[in-house]
């Protein structure tokens, strides 16, 4: 399994980006995937997720409202689309895949196996 995050960028507070993540060598509905974020000096924190095999999406507090994942069963790709973007959401952005995760572990990413190398967002004040 080979996830490739890409669509990162700088951006003026306020701004959107849709961040992209694709997957090869896997059916990526059959995955949970989730989208991290690592901003310089913290800890990796949880964004939001898709559930696998199901259209249900989880969401950090921070972001509901803001940021929406789709997916594109064609292109079997999942998005990240950030609305309305703050300084505070500038970080390096992941996603990861698990098909054995549970529901209640979404928010762990210990629990996902594969990762994709991240894509920068920076938001500028």
């Known amino acids: 399994v080979q996830l490739q995050a890409s669509g990162g960028g700088l951006v003026q507070a306020g701004g959107s980006l849709k961040v992209s993540c694709a997957a090869s060598?896997?059916?990526?509905?059959?995955?949970?995937v989730g989208w991290f974020r690592q901003a310089p000096g913290k800890e990796r924190e949880f964004v939001a997720a898709?559930?696998?095999?199901?259209?249900?999406?989880v969401y950090e507090d921070s972001v509901k409202g803001r940021f929406t994942i789709s997916r594109d069963r064609t292109e079997n790709t999942v998005y990240l689309q950030m609305n309305n973007l703050k300084p505070e959401d500038t970080a390096v952005y992941y996603c990861?895949?698990?098909?054995?995760?549970?529901?209640?572990?979404?928010?762990?990413?210990?629990?996902?196996?594969?990762w994709g190398l991240g894509t920068l967002v920076t938001v500028s004040s």
């Open positions: 898709k559930v696998r095999d199901s259209d249900r999406y």
């Open positions: 060598g896997v059916a990526f509905n059959r995955y949970a």
């Open positions: 990861a895949a698990s098909n054995r995760i549970i529901f209640s572990s979404l928010r762990n990413w210990s629990m996902y196996a594969y």
